[in-house]
């Protein structure tokens, strides 16, 4: 493949106080990836963040939409978006939530309209944009299903070097998946949106977005209980016996392999894991930790069941660092990895 036939990846910087306009300066400084990666920002705050991080790193501002040149180590394409209030790293300003919007909103036009194989996002902070205005703003995920006009997405956060895979004796994949079942949710909310259906649609998404993204011919999918022991025999909960069991029954008839539902606690340990393709997690604090201990800095959060491919860093904002270059890119280079992976399956399928 010569280098203008690299696929496009739209790069979304975020909040601009935070970490995601100095990670993309990192990574425009190092070897470049198998993609023509464009950032889509202020190119002035990205210059200023170069220059805040002592990175030489050569801002090229494009017109919005317009092809990327072949990858160049130090050189960092931008499609620019501009920021509405000046911006001072660490510091949040409501003004610029509809900047972070407005770069959403190019890198979906350019992946619409076949600009850009696919998007990954640097982290933008929800609270802001809420107060800005957007009260009923959840997160790239939630924001991205609407923006595409699907009824369901799935977060799942991968890493492909899980820690408990790194003792000589281990046998099975490096990769540890976390798939979702409820997102950005209060956790009094969890239990009520915990429902066959819903259950059913993310399945059924995740299974398929295995064998389609992953190259995975058969998934098999570990379910977590809801409730501690997974209900102790409906004497800790009902939502197993209630909604899980019978749901998960009615996708094994579908083909779908199932294991579950087990309690959470047991199920993240290697004798299990061993034999996963994905975790299948109720809600986010029941299978994030666990996840970001075993690859925080090596992940990547991916969005299933989008109609393009979408992925993001593992981490948030982190205002505490912001404008001090000592972020860890790992993640960005991990989301920019997985999307190239997951735009060329979807090419082969
Ligand atoms: N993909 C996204 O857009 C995400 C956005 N967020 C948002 O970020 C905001 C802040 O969230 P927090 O819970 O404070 O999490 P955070 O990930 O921003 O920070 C948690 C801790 O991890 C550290 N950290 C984060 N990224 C790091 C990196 N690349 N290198 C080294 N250290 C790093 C921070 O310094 C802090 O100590 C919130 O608004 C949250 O919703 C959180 C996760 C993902
Ligand atoms: N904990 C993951 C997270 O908050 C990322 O959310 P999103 O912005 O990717 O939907």
Avoid at 167 to 188: D, E, I, K, M
Wanted: glycine share 10%.
């Amino acid at each position: 493949m010569s280098d203008t036939d690299l696929p496009v990846i739209a790069l979304t910087t975020g909040e601009p106080a935070g970490i995601g306009p100095e990670l993309a300066v990192m990574m425009a400084g190092e070897a470049p990836p198998q993609a023509r990666v464009v950032a889509v920002g202020d190119p002035a705050l990205l210059e200023e963040r170069a220059h805040a991080i002592g990175r030489s790193v050569t801002v090229r501002t494009l017109s919005p939409g317009e092809a990327p040149p072949p990858p160049r180590a130090g050189v960092l394409p931008v499609w620019p978006v501009s920021l509405r209030a000046p911006c001072q790293a660490g510091t949040l300003d409501t003004r610029n939530a509809a900047y972070v919007l407005d770069t959403l909103a190019m890198a979906v036009d350019a992946c619409q309209a076949g600009e850009a194989a696919g998007m990954v996002t640097a982290p933008l902070h929800k609270g802001v944009i809420i107060e800005a205005g957007h009260a009923d703003f959840r997160g790239h995920t939630e924001y991205l299903r609407d923006a595409c006009g699907v009824d369901e997405v799935v977060m799942m956060l991968a890493t492909e070097h899980a820690l408990h895979t790194a003792s000589p004796s281990w046998h099975g994949s490096t990769a540890l998946r976390v798939a979702l079942a409820t997102t950005h949710l209060p956790l009094r909310e969890v239990s009520d949106a915990v429902t066959g259906p819903r259950l059913t649609r993310i399945l059924r998404i995740l299974d398929a977005e295995l064998r389609h993204r992953f190259g995975i011919l058969s998934p098999r999918i570990l379910v977590c209980g809801l409730n501690p022991h997974a209900g102790e025999g409906g004497h800790l909960g009902r939502e197993e016996l209630d909604v899980i069991i019978p749901t998960l029954e009615a996708l094994r008839d579908e083909g779908l392999t199932l294991d579950g539902p087990l309690p959470a606690d047991t199920l993240f340990t290697p004798h299990h894991l061993a034999r996963a393709d994905a975790v299948l997690a109720m809600y986010h604090d029941q299978g994030l930790p666990v996840l970001k201990y075993a690859g925080f800095g090596r992940a990547a959060n991916i969005t299933l069941g989008l109609p393009l491919v979408r992925t993001s860093v593992d981490h948030g904002t982190a205002l505490d660092l912001a404008g001090r270059g000592e972020a860890d890119p790992g993640s960005l280079s991990a989301a920019v990895t997985q999307a190239i992976g997951m735009v060329r399956r979807g090419e082969l399928a």
